[in-house]
C-alpha cells in the first residue's frame, strides 16, 4: 500500500509541475552568434547559382532565434522557415520540427537541417564568414539505401527578410 500511495503522489505532482506554464523564454543576446546569423538567406552553389536538387531543402531560409527543442550534443535547435526563391514561405506555419538551425559549439560551425525525420540534406557551415556569407558542405542523407550522399559545397547568401503582407 505505501508504495502504490507514493507512485500516485509521484505521478499527481509529475502531472501537475507539466501543466504549470513555463518560464518565458529568454532573450537571445544582441551581440551573440544566433542573432548575427538570424534573417533570411539564400541557398546556393559556389558559382552564385540556386542549389537545387537537395532533398526536402528550400531556395532559401528565414533562420530565427527562437529555441525549436531541448539542447543536444552541443547543438541548441532554433525555428527556420523555407522560403522559395521569391522570398515566401513555403510552409503555411513556418516551423517543422524536423526542419532547424543551430551553432554547433562542438565543431564551432553553423548546421541547418532540412529533415522530413527520415531523409533530408544536413549543411555545415563555417561562420567566419559573416556577416553576408556562409560557406559550407550539404549532405543528403536517405532512410534507405546509401544513408549518405556525396557532399556537395553550399553557400548561404544573406537576403532581405521580405516584410509580411
Known amino acids: ?21 513555463h518560464a518565458p523564454e529568454q532573450p537571445v543576446p544582441a551581440g ?7 534573417g533570411c538567406w539564400r541557398v546556393l552553389d559556389t ?8 532533398y526536402n531543402a528550400s531556395a ?12 543536444s550534443r552541443g547543438l541548441t535547435p532554433r525555428f527556420l522557415a523555407k522560403l522559395d526563391s521569391a522570398g515566401r514561405e513555403l510552409s503555411p506555419d513556418g516551423r517543422r520540427s524536423n526542419v532547424h538551425w543551430g551553432v554547433d559549439t562542438l ?7 532540412f529533415s522530413t525525420g527520415h531523409s533530408g540534406a544536413v549543411l555545415t557551415l563555417d561562420h567566419a564568414t559573416l556577416p ?5 558542405r550539404a549532405e543528403v542523407f536517405w532512410d534507405m539505401g546509401p ?5 556537395v559545397t553550399v553557400m548561404l547568401v ?6 509580411p503582407s
Open 107 to 113: 565543431t564551432d560551425s553553423v548546421r541547418v537541417s
Open 147 to 151: 544513408s549518405v550522399e556525396d557532399a
Open 32 to 38: 551573440s552568434l544566433p542573432a548575427r546569423i538570424a
Open 47 to 54: 558559382a552564385g547559382y540556386p542549389r537545387d536538387g537537395m
Open 1 to 21: 500500500m505505501p508504495l502504490a500511495r507514493t507512485l500516485i503522489a509521484f505521478v499527481a505532482a509529475a502531472g501537475l509541475n507539466a501543466c504549470r506554464p
Open 158 to 163: 544573406r537576403m532581405p527578410c521580405p516584410t
Open 60 to 71: 532559401a531560409v528565414r533562420l530565427d532565434t527562437t529555441i525549436a527543442e531541448a539542447v
Open 132 to 136: 553576408d556569407t556562409l560557406r559550407g
